[in-house]
């Protein structure tokens, strides 16, 4: 948490997602930067830090925003559009 807190950039608001079902574009340009520099840092072993909360800073940093998907595009496993993890996230 240090790493990310010591970030002018980071936001301690950003969004941590579920990652129950999730699909990327590994040819869309902006998913390539995005998941590029997110390896580059993760790989560092940095610290000690969970990939949710890095995933989380990369994601808002580059601004990507998750499509939400609906059960026409998956099978009967539920609902799976937008739903955030625990108590849409609070940090200790």
Known sequence: MTW???QPDFKDT???YLNRHF???PKNPKYQKLSSYFW???SQ???SW?????WCYV???FQAHPVHLNKKNWSNEGPISGTKG???FQRP
């Open 4 to 6: 990310l807190e010591e």
């Open 14 to 16: 950003c969004t941590v």
């Open 23 to 25: 699909g990327l574009d």
């Open 40 to 42: 580059e840092l993760y």
């Open 45 to 47: 072993e940095n610290g």
């Open 50 to 54: 969970r990939d949710q909360l890095l």
């Open 59 to 61: 994601v808002d940093k």
């Open 86 to 88: 625990s108590n849409g």
